[in-house]
Nanobody, 115 residues
Framework: VQLVESGGGLVQSGGSLRLSCAASGINFRIYGIGWYRQAPGKQRELVARIFSTGITNYADFVKGRFTISRDVAKNTLYLQMNSLKPEDTAVYYC??????????WGQGTQVTVSS
């Protein structure tokens, strides 16, 4: 399994970014996939995920601002982030869970939101 994130960067408060995760070695139709983030000094936390059924789940702090989606044909996961806040600053990680509940992680992409 290989997960490669891209799309992070520096953006002003209120701005938008779109993260991508190119996945190989997994089948989106049987894996759960999602985005986590980790800010300095804090634990890694779930941002959003898509179950193998296509059902999505969001953390409360991003509901209405972030949208997770997947392109099964391209084996790519996306996270559209709008109305970004300084507290969204973190390293964002792509995550995949196989049917045996084993986790795979990408290397992460830095998102910095300036006030």
């Amino acid at each position: 399994v290989q997960l490669v994130e891209s799309g992070g960067g520096l953006v002003q408060s209120g701005g938008s970014l779109r993260l991508s995760c190119a996945a190989s070695g997994i089948n989106f139709r049987i894996y759960g996939i999602g985005w986590y983030r980790q800010a300095p000094g804090k634990q890694r936390e779930l941002v959003a995920r898509i179950f193998s059924t296509g059902i999505t789940n969001y953390a409360d702090f991003v509901k209405g601002r972030f949208t997770i989606s997947r392109d099964v044909a391209k084996n790519t996961l996306y996270l559209q982030m709008n109305s970004l806040k300084p507290e969204d600053t973190a390293v964002y990680y792509c995550n995949a869970i196989d049917p045996a509940r084993r986790h795979s992680w990408g290397q992460g992409t830095q998102v910095t939101v300036s006030s």
